[in-house]
């Protein structure tokens, strides 16, 4: 069974740094792709980041250039860096893995404020 456990969010004020983490059970991150979402009140929920199993990263326009997103095998960890954190960042994050048959499994998500 797959398990996703995100951490790392807080309030932050604009210009601030976090550090999301989203540790894997059941999922080798290695091999599989692996995504950051987030969703705002409402709004539709929106992909931030992605790292696929062979370490190729895309990212949404609006994040381009102040968020990295990595992983360490060792721990089975996804990780999200965020620098320079704006207000309209603020948002529920969701970790999100696909399978190798395409099927996604999601974390509880981690709230992230920035106050400006």
């Known amino acids: 069974q797959v398990q996703l456990v995100e951490s790392g969010g807080g309030l932050v004020q604009a210009g601030g740094y976090l550090r999301l983490s989203c540790a894997a059970s059941?999922?080798?991150?290695?091999?599989?792709?692996m995504d950051w979402y987030r969703q705002a009140p409402g709004n539709r929920r929106e992909l931030v980041a992605t790292i696929t199993g062979g370490g190729s990263t895309i990212y949404a326009d609006s994040v381009k250039g102040r968020f990295t997103i990595s992983r360490d095998n060792a721990k089975n960890t996804v990780y999200l860096e965020m620098n320079s954190l704006k207000p309209e960042d603020t948002a529920v994050y969701y970790c999100r893995g696909l399978n190798l048959l395409g099927s996604p499994s999601w974390g509880q998500g981690t709230q992230v404020t920035v106050s400006s």
């Open positions: 059941g999922m080798n991150v290695q091999v599989v792709t």
